[in-house]
């Protein structure tokens, strides 16, 4: 059964569903490249894994209930002259990180496989504040070498990844920068009700690029992912949008 949307399905933002939508997708990502791409190229997983820190408003914080005494009279035995001090501590919350394993593809050619390009399909680590650095670092890595980047932004809300200029309107986006045309990228833009669009993956500037279709990649996630019997309609989409358009995800989910 297909999703209710004609592109994106703003259900799947779902903390529950999201890990394993991001998972199934880049993996049929990488089957739709592999039917496209010449011979002497291949497409291959590979995984990231980043320790991020977990605000402290979605943690169970547990308050110690701790005291400790001091007994001034050092070596003598207690008595009813003994001072005994109480302290109370101060009670402040732990850090605590989670580990996100972040899967991406990687486009390389033979017979050296040479890195020529990396797939990104953004997480909603890579878009808060404790996440985005880590992300950037490795991003600002790829994009010193001579490596195409190319980030998929599925995801309706969070902070954008940054860019010298502002984005054009839309809902999501996906950035190709490619590494003979530093320091600019190509933004493709687009809106929730609209079809998920095909982009350009590119390769090495003597094979051209190759198109992909996300919203063919996204219909396969979205059926052997089986979200349709899993994904709660009836309730709110997990998002925040504005009044027009949350009236419209809230009747094309019925």
């Known amino acids: 059964m297909p999703s209710p949307f004609p592109g994106m399905d703003p259900y799947l933002e779902d903390p529950a569903f999201w890990p394993d939508f991001h998972a199934t997708f880049v993996n049929y990502w990488r089957e739709e490249l592999a039917a496209c791409l010449p011979d002497h190229y291949e497409a291959r997983l590979d995984e990231q894994v980043n320790l991020v820190q977990i605000p402290a408003e979605k943690t169970k914080r547990i308050r110690a209930d701790v005291s400790v005494t001091r007994d001034d009279a050092v070596g003598s035995a207690p008595g009813p002259s003994a001072v005994v001090a109480t302290l109370e501590p101060t009670t402040v919350p732990l850090l605590i990180e989670e580990e996100i394993r972040h899967t991406y593809i990687e486009i390389l050619r033979r017979p050296d496989r040479t890195l020529v390009a990396v797939l990104e399909l953004l997480s909603p680590a890579n878009k808060t504040p404790l996440g985005q650095g880590q992300y950037l670092d490795k991003r600002n890595a790829v994009l010193r070498q001579e ?25 999501y986006f996906a950035l190709v920068a490619r590494f003979d045309r530093r320091w600019n990228c190509d933004v493709y833009a687009w809106r929730v009700r609209d079809r998920l669009p095909t982009i350009p993956i590119p390769l090495l500037p003597e094979d051209g690029e190759v198109g992909v279709d996300l919203a063919a990649v996204f219909a396969t996630a979205y059926e052997r992912g089986r979200y349709a019997r899993s994904l709660d309609y009836a309730a709110a989409a997990p998002i925040s949008a504005e009044a027009e358009t949350a009236a419209w995800i809230a009747q094309k989910a019925k």
Do not use: N, S, T
């Not at 940054?162 to 839309?170: H, I, V």
């Open 147 to 171: 490596v195409h980047l190319v980030e998929v932004d599925l995801l309706f809300g969070g902070r954008r990844l940054p860019l010298d200029a502002p984005y054009p309107a839309g809902d």
